[in-house]
């Protein structure tokens, strides 16, 4: 439904040459069409976009991505870019703000979501460990992270449970193991942890 969303808001001003529903046929059609720009679903299946970054650059150095995501999450958008991308840009960008944005990055330049830039910025002067930022949340689960990220928002335990369709019991154990993990003590840690790394 989003592809075809996409195709209908640029397809008069781009012309789409491939599409792939998940790594093994986007990395597929990128070689065989060799796109000006690839738009690039952060969390495409079969292993994200950061895999179809790795493959194809392997092949095609000079392939151009444009990274897609619903996701504003620091580690998202530091991980694609260090993998290749040429900008990062949310799904809630309209169809003309889109076309631009692919345009600029096949002409060279780097395009991100005003919001998103900070990210790049932050972790290109130091202030947010780019090596840390991928090594600690390697350590935790999806729903960990999940859960992370409802805590150190100022969600109750019963707010994420709620919230994530899971029991209070189970977010506790949740919270105990990304504890365990960060080698934290407690919730105002974990939320400190979280907002210098610019996750909520």
Same mark, same amino acid.
């Given at each position: 439904?989003?592809?075809?969303?996409?195709?209908?808001?640029?397809?008069?001003?781009?012309?789409?040459?491939?599409?792939?529903?998940?790594?093994?046929?986007?990395?597929?059609?990128?070689?065989?069409?060799? =796109?000006?720009?690839?738009?690039?679903?952060?969390?495409? =299946?079969?292993?994200?976009?950061?895999?179809?970054?790795?493959?194809?650059?392997?092949?095609? =150095?000079?392939? !151009?991505?444009?990274?897609?995501?619903?996701? %504003?999450?620091?580690?998202?958008?530091?991980?694609?870019?260090?993998?290749?991308?040429?900008?990062?840009?949310?799904?809630?960008?309209?169809? !003309?703000?889109?076309?631009?944005?692919?345009?600029?990055?096949?002409?060279?330049?780097?395009?991100?979501? =005003?919001?998103?830039?900070?990210?790049?910025?932050?972790?290109?002067?130091?202030?947010?460990?780019?090596?840390?930022? %991928?090594?600690?949340? %390697?350590?935790?689960?999806?729903?960990?992270?999940?859960?992370?990220?409802?805590?150190?928002?100022?969600?109750?335990?019963?707010?994420?449970? !709620?919230?994530?369709?899971?029991?209070?019991?189970?977010?506790?154990?949740?919270?105990?193991?990304?504890?365990?993990?960060?080698?934290?003590?407690?919730?105002?840690?974990?939320?400190?942890?979280?907002?210098?790394?610019?996750?909520?």
């Amino acid at each position: 439904m989003f592809r075809a969303g996409v195709k209908a808001e640029i397809g008069d001003r781009v012309r789409v040459v491939g599409e792939g529903h998940d790594v093994e046929s986007a990395v597929a059609v990128i070689a065989e069409q060799r =796109p000006d720009v690839v738009l690039l679903d952060v969390h495409l =299946p079969g292993g994200g976009g950061v895999e179809v970054l790795k493959q194809t650059l392997a092949r095609d =150095p000079d392939a !151009k991505f444009l990274a897609v995501s619903v996701s %504003d999450a620091a580690e998202d958008v530091i991980g694609v870019i260090r993998a290749g991308a040429r900008g990062y840009v949310t799904k809630s960008i309209n169809g !003309k703000e889109l076309i631009d944005a692919i345009r600029r990055v096949a002409d060279g330049d780097a395009v991100f979501s =005003p919001r998103l830039a900070g990210f790049v910025l932050d972790a290109f002067s130091g202030s947010i460990d780019i090596s840390s930022v %991928d090594e600690d949340l %390697d350590r935790l689960s999806n729903r960990e992270r999940e859960v992370l990220r409802l805590i150190a928002r100022g969600y109750a335990y019963k707010e994420v449970a !709620k919230e994530l369709f899971i029991s209070i019991k189970t977010v506790e154990t949740h919270v105990s193991s990304v504890l365990r993990k960060l080698q934290l003590s407690n919730r105002h840690q974990l939320t400190r942890w979280a907002t210098d790394r610019r996750l909520v």
